[in-house]
């Protein structure tokens, strides 16, 4: 088993290229992460996320989705903002973009920086696999064994260094690396994240019900959001981070250095009434190289008419008006909506 002296040796590098923190773990689950995932799928609470049911056996079990692996590094990388993630909240006229989405896609920027440390390890003669996001593997349980943090109430990993703002990556490897220490629950008797949550998302604690998650219902959600989440949503246009933003673990937090991640201007408090008027053309410039690109002009546009629905200011009921017709038919519901409850129809 390779030993103390490569794992510092690989921590340095990760350090260098901006991971803010580092753990190493055998690739392998307990069984109640397999149970916890099929209670989550049983329910339906992955919504109509059909991929999460899909190669359930990998995601519980890394050996499954490579047989080879012995290891596991899992990374965190921070994008803790310098400003108050909630401040939006309180403006009605402008749309509210969650803090990971106002600028460059972060999976772009770790899977660059993830290769980058795979190939030091791959030097050594080593099989390399890297993952972010995107895979069927479960990061979060993979992180809190690897001792970088412990799944809070809010189902994240919270880390009492970088608080709930980490990414996740991981490199599985063939080398066989000896286990950091799991990480413990360090959530108490705080309830924050759960009594915050505009939808009330979370059936239990360490819990969540996907359907009800404003972060599902504005990226994931293709169609009309349900009418009984659309109040809450308020002007939360992309994504959702109210449980995270109030996790009194952030108070450690340093503010995450990558610029490439740090908030754009223009998507820092964008007027709804301008993301209103965008057309497929001028939606795909203003998010190029953005994670919010990927739902597209349509599912944008529906966000934006319920915020707009939301604001109770009267100067947007000619935006609405427009947008009831739409040439999408979501889009357009969504903006027929809008008018009505600005005219207090509903
Ligand atoms: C699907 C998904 C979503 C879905 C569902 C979220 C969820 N909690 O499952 C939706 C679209 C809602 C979502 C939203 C967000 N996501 Co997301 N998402 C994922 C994804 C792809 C899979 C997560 C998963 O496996 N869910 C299935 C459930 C069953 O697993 P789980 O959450 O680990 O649930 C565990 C607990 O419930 C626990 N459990 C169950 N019962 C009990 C009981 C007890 C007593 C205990 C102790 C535990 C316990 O066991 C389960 C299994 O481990 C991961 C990336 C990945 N490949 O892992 C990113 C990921 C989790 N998302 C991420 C982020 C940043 C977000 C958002 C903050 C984005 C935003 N600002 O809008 C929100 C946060 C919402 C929230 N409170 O979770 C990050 C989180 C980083 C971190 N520090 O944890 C990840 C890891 C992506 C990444 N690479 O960085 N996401
Ligand atoms: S992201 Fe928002 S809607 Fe989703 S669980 Fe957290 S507070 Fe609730
Ligand atoms: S807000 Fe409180 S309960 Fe929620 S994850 Fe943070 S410490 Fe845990």
Not at 68 to 85: K, Q, R, T
Not at 131 to 154: C, I, N, R, S
Not at 263 to 288: G, I, N
Request: charged share 20%; glycine share 8%; proline share 6%.
């Amino acid at each position: 088993m390779a030993g103390a002296d490569l794992k510092a040796q690989i921590a340095s590098k990760a350090a260098e290229l901006g991971f803010a923190a580092i753990g190493f773990t055998r690739a392998a689950l307990p069984p109640e992460r397999l149970a916890y995932l099929q209670e989550f799928l049983s329910a339906g609470q992955h919504g109509a996320m059909g991929w999460m049911a899909e190669r359930v056996d990998q995601r519980a079990h890394p050996q499954a989705l490579w047989p080879e692996a012995l290891s596991v590094i899992s990374l965190g990388f921070s994008y803790a903002p310098d400003y108050d993630a909630l401040e939006n909240l309180a403006r009605p006229e402008v749309g509210n973009i969650s803090v990971y989405a106002r600028n460059r896609d972060y999976h772009d920027i770790i899977k660059g920086k993830l290769k980058h440390l795979a190939q030091f390890i791959a030097a050594r003669g080593e099989g390399v696999k890297v993952f972010v996001d995107t895979a069927p593997v479960m990061e979060k349980p993979l992180a809190e064994q690897a001792g970088l943090g412990w799944q809070g109430k809010h189902t994240n990993l919270v880390s009492r260094v970088h608080g709930s703002w980490l990414f996740l990556g991981e490199i599985f490897t063939t080398l066989a690396l000896a286990p950091d220490a799991p990480e413990r629950d360090h959530c108490g008797s705080c309830t924050a994240c759960q009594t915050a949550c505009p939808t009330q998302a979370f059936p239990a604690p360490y819990k969540l019900d996907a359907r009800r998650c404003i972060s599902y219902l504005t990226i994931e959600h293709a169609g009309p959001i349900p009418e009984e989440f659309r109040s809450a949503i308020g002007n939360r246009i992309y994504g959702c981070d109210d449980c995270l933003a109030v996790c009194p673990w952030n108070k450690f937090a340093q503010a995450g250095r990558e610029q490439k991640l740090a908030a754009r201007e223009d998507l820092t408090a964008p007027l709804l009434a301008a993301l209103a008027m965008l057309d497929d053309a001028a939606f795909r410039q203003t998010f190029s190289g953005s994670p919010v690109k990927r739902i597209g002009r349509n599912r944008f546009v529906r966000n934006v008419a319920i915020a707009i629905g939301n604001s109770a200011d009267p100067a947007l009921r000619p935006v609405a008006q427009s947008l009831a017709s739409d040439g999408d038919a979501v889009v357009a519901e969504a903006g027929a909506w809008a008018g009505r409850r600005l005219n207090g129809k509903t």
